[in-house]
């Protein structure tokens, strides 16, 4: 069954782009995140007296933990934008986004497990992607399907992609207090402009190249 889902799904020229998306959504998620904290800044500003806030301070206050938090989330947000890396940063992802989404659930953050189980889902699907890497761990049948399909965008998809992600990167860097807040109607509107010209040149170039 997974050998058949994998197969399907690298068949299928749709998720290859939503693995791209993907990714670049984790990295610009957790490259600043784990900056923040590898530079040993305080991720929030929640009172301590709030159970939340306690907790961070607690994390904040190990030093060398803190640091060993965001050293991890840098280096799993670093990997995953390189192809022949990207899964060694979802296999990194994995245990990193459970331990965030089992922390929202037990101090009852309201509503942000909802996110933060999203991006379980979200890292299960890159490790699925990579099935052909990890299916030695799960089984020891032969693979019968055939050679693994492989899609490929052209040098504009690939540009667009790379300014997207270089975009939120930085919405996120300067959430996280890494650079002015000027630069965050910049980096939207040029996000928003590069996302649209890739899914256009998707819908409208990449499909009848593919027919």
Known sequence: MLDRLFYWIRATPF??????????????????????KLLGHRFTSISTENPVGAFFEAMYQTGGYWRFLGLSQLIAGILVLFPRLAHLGAALFLPIMVNIFVITVTLHFKGTWLVTGMMVVAVLYLCMWD???FRSL????????GAIPTRTLDRWERGGFFVFGAAIIGIFGTTRGLASTQWIPICLGVGLLAGLFTLTRFLFVGRKRLA
């Open 15 to 36: 998720f290859l782009r939503l693995t791209l998306f993907t990714r670049c959504l984790l990295a610009a998620g957790f490259i600043p995140t784990g900056t923040v």
């Open 131 to 133: 099935y052909d890497r």
């Open 138 to 145: 799960v089984t020891r049948e032969p693979w019968r399907l």
